[in-house]
Each structure stands twice: as structure tokens, then as C-alpha cells.
């Protein structure tokens, strides 16, 4: 009887730890989108390895959270396309 109970209450409390992580988890991982903020912003893209140049208010989707040297790893549309590079956190609206 004291194995049942001790078994269930193990089990009750993995999965109401699991179910806070798991909330936790998909709110961070929740795309946020911003703009940039200043004109002629340089923006790195990661797969060509260029800098181009962004206009004030092209609009950035910000998903990896890590924040590298005041530089931020967003997605932007480049040609229709999602490309991924790096950018200043000063020059958007991100936060």
C-alpha cells in the first residue's frame, strides 16, 4: 500500500515539474518581432559571411535570446526570403 501511494505521488510530482518547464520553455521560445531603429543599419548575414545595409523600420523576427557583445542573432526578409544574420541591439526596437 505505502509503495502505491509513494509511486503515485512520484509520479504526480515529475509531471507538475515537467508541466513548469514546459510552459517556461515555449515562452521563451516565442519569435519576437521588432523593427530596426536607425537607418542604414548593418546587418551581417551568417551564410555568405556580407554586411548589408537595413532601412529604418524593416522589420526583424528575434528568436535566439542570447545577447553576444551588444550584437543579436534575428531573421529579416532579404528578397522575399528569411535571412538570418547578426545585428546591433542598439539600432532596433528589441528588448
Request: proline content about 1%; aromatic content about 8%; glycine content about 6%.
Amino acid at each position: 500500500m505505502r509503495n502505491k501511494i509513494f509511486i503515485t505521488a512520484t509520479i504526480a510530482a515529475v509531471l507538475s515539474v515537467s508541466a513548469f518547464f514546459t510552459q517556461t520553455t515555449a515562452a521563451q521560445t516565442k519569435p519576437v518581432l521588432c523593427k530596426v531603429r536607425k537607418n542604414n543599419a548593418d546587418f551581417f548575414i551568417e551564410a555568405t559571411e556580407k554586411t548589408v545595409k537595413l532601412k529604418k523600420g524593416t522589420v526583424l523576427r528575434w528568436s535566439i535570446f542570447d545577447l553576444q557583445q551588444g550584437l543579436i542573432v534575428v531573421e529579416t526578409k532579404i528578397g522575399g526570403k528569411w535571412t538570418r544574420g547578426e545585428i546591433l541591439m542598439d539600432d532596433t526596437t528589441c528588448r
